[in-house]
Antibody, heavy 120, light 110 residues
Framework: QVQLVESGGGVVQPGRSLRLSCVAS????????MHWVRQAPGKGLEWLGV????????SYADFVKGRFTISRDNSKNTLYLQMNNLRAEDTALYYC?????????????WGQGTLVTVSS | QSALTQPPSASGSPGQSVTISCTGT?????????VSWYQQHPGKAPKVMIY???KRPSGVPARFSGSKSGNTASLTVSGLQAEDEADYYC??????????FGGGTKLTVL
């Protein structure tokens, strides 16, 4: 069965960096675009960005451009989110999710999330 | 890339129908037939209920339906059941492989 397991979250000071990982299993990882979505405590879902199925391109929400980088290693079935210059407002549960279909597709499998807390 | 606009709350009694709206712009909701809806119970990951405006993934009850008119998409839950109480988020393709979510609607079954 499809599984997505995020890791790498924790407490980090403002201005520092953190790299999240998402290990996938149960499907051919290199066939699907993979997305990062976050959810601040008590708040809604916020799309962060996507890595193309083959890792050739990424796309980002405007508010994370220049600070966050998404990458993937298809040989390791792993998606990454490098977050730099973290701010208090980046405190959230970070989910990775598999995209199924083309532009008209949807996020069909989600991990359980990894919590990032930015605090001094 | 502004968030799509959803009402913060909606409610209905068991057996009734409730509709949740999701308003965007011609650059997202109005520009593509690529709206999806996600259900999220407390402490759980989101689950897709509708995709491509009107389609239901396998396993989603037929009580859930979607529609769109202009820049506004809607999710209708018919025959409300207690387990439908959850947060609901719309999501639209916004061009250049970008997605945008709505702010979420808390559905209460009275």
């Amino acid at each position: 069965q499809v599984q997505l397991v995020e890791s790498g979250g924790g407490v980090v000071q403002p201005g520092r960096s953190l790299r999240l990982s998402c290990v996938a299993s149960g499907f051919t990882f290199s066939h699907n675009g993979m997305h990062w979505v976050r959810q601040a405590p008590g708040k809604g879902l916020e799309w962060l960005g996507v890595a193309w199925y083959d890792g050739s391109q990424e796309s980002y929400a405007d508010f994370v451009k220049g600070r966050f980088t998404i990458s993937r290693d298809n040989s390791k079935n792993t998606l990454y989110l490098q977050m730099n210059n973290l701010r208090a407002e980046d405190t959230a549960l970070y989910y990775c999710a598999r995209f199924y279909g083309d532009n008209g597709g949807y996020l069909d499998y989600w991990g359980q999330g990894t919590l990032v807390t930015v605090s001094s | 890339q502004s968030a799509l606009t959803q009402p913060p709350s909606a409610s209905g009694s068991p057996g009734q129908s409730v509709t949740i709206s999701c308003t965007g712009t011609s650059s997202d909701v109005g520009g593509y037939n690529y709206v999806s809806w996600y259900q999220q119970h407390p402490g759980k990951a989101p689950k897709v209920m509708i995709y491509e405006v009107t389609k239901r993934p396998s396993g989603v009850p037929a009580r859930f339906s979607g529609s769109k008119s202009g820049n506004t998409a809607s999710l209708t839950v018919s025959g409300l059941q207690a387990e439908d109480e959850a947060d609901y988020y719309c999501c639209s393709y916004a061009g250049s492989n970008n997605l945008v979510f709505g702010g979420g609607t808390k559905l209460t079954v009275l």
